[in-house]
């Protein structure tokens, strides 16, 4: 199985809503080729900021199919198909296939709190039902439940389908011992911004951020400092991703905050779908404070 490159940056993007909720498919073109005229190493279609969990099936393959023709083969498109349950997750992943990304991103099962041996049954049957290069996404935020180091092992010396990891929990202790234990054999991508370069200098191979939404130019250039080794213009750049980083998606609803980053740039990034709401003015206002401190490169 040729395995997908996941050297750099990739954009874990929005998926554009109108103000009643229904799939904008003419914004999530256009945003697709504002991505990747920027120069960014792949897209993420229904993951975390794709508000996946609110997306039906049918809506993911809409999604996932325009985003595939869109990109046309430029750079790899790699899907969220996480579901709660064992069973939804190998018909989104082949859903997926069908639709010839890449790879696929997935997730742990959420809502339940589940132990080792069920996660590790979980995605060991995915792996075993679904001929497609797959990426681990540890999102402990969000799902309630973190994948131990314990079966990332487990699972890396077992199937050659899985290429890498994505781990968003946040902390550096977590990626190093990650790198340390499986960093020779797949991929680890940092998935919060603030970590990107520390990810990077210990031997990561990339990140996967929501910042890069509205700054894809921005975080590629942190990537490619580190590649020529200009740690100190990296620094300076890694600064910058992680204060916008601290007001989009800490401080506020990150569904609501990107999408509304993205239209004070003059992009279509649509609505959030509710119960996610809109901004208000006053959230708004400070955005704009933040776009008005950092811009893109040319």
Request: charged share 25%.
């Amino acid at each position: 199985m040729p395995k997908t490159s996941l050297d750099g940056i990739f954009v874990p993007h929005v998926t554009p809503f109108t103000r009643e909720g229904e799939l904008d498919i003419e914004a999530l073109r256009t945003c697709v080729r504002f991505w990747v005229e920027s120069g960014v190493s792949g897209l993420m279609p229904c993951g975390s900021n794709g508000e996946a969990p609110y997306l039906s099936r049918q809506e993911r393959r809409i999604v996932i199919k325009t985003v595939v023709e869109e990109v046309n083969g430029k750079i790899p498109v790699i899907a969220g198909t996480g579901g709660m349950s064992t069973k939804q997750t190998i018909a989104f992943t082949k859903d997926a296939k069908k639709l010839e990304v890449d790879a696929a991103l997935i997730v742990t099962p959420f809502y339940f709190k589940l132990t080792n041996r069920e996660i590790y049954e979980h995605y060991k049957t995915v792996f075993e039902a679904v001929d497609l290069p797959i990426i681990l996404y540890n999102v402990p935020k969000f799902t309630g439940v973190s994948i131990e180091l314990a079966v990332i092992s487990q699972l890396v010396s077992k199937y050659e389908n899985l290429i890498g990891v994505k781990d968003s929990s946040g902390s550096i202790g977590t990626i190093t011992e990650i790198i340390r234990l499986v960093g020779d054999k797949i991929a680890v991508l940092a998935g919060t911004a603030e970590v990107t370069l520390p990810t990077l200098m210990l031997g990561g191979r990339g990140a996967v951020i929501a910042v890069a939404n509205v700054f894809p130019k921005l975080c590629n250039s942190l990537y490619q400092a580190f590649r020529r080794g200009d740690y100190e213009e990296a620094a300076k750049v890694q600064q910058q991703v992680s204060f916008i980083n601290e007001v989009l998606i800490k401080k506020y609803n990150q569904l609501s905050a990107i999408k509304e980053a993205l239209r004070l740039y003059g992009l279509p990034g649509g609505y959030p779908r509710k119960p996610a709401l809109p901004l208000e003015s006053e959230e708004i206002k400070d955005i704009e404070d933040m776009l008005s401190v950092v811009r893109e490169p040319f």
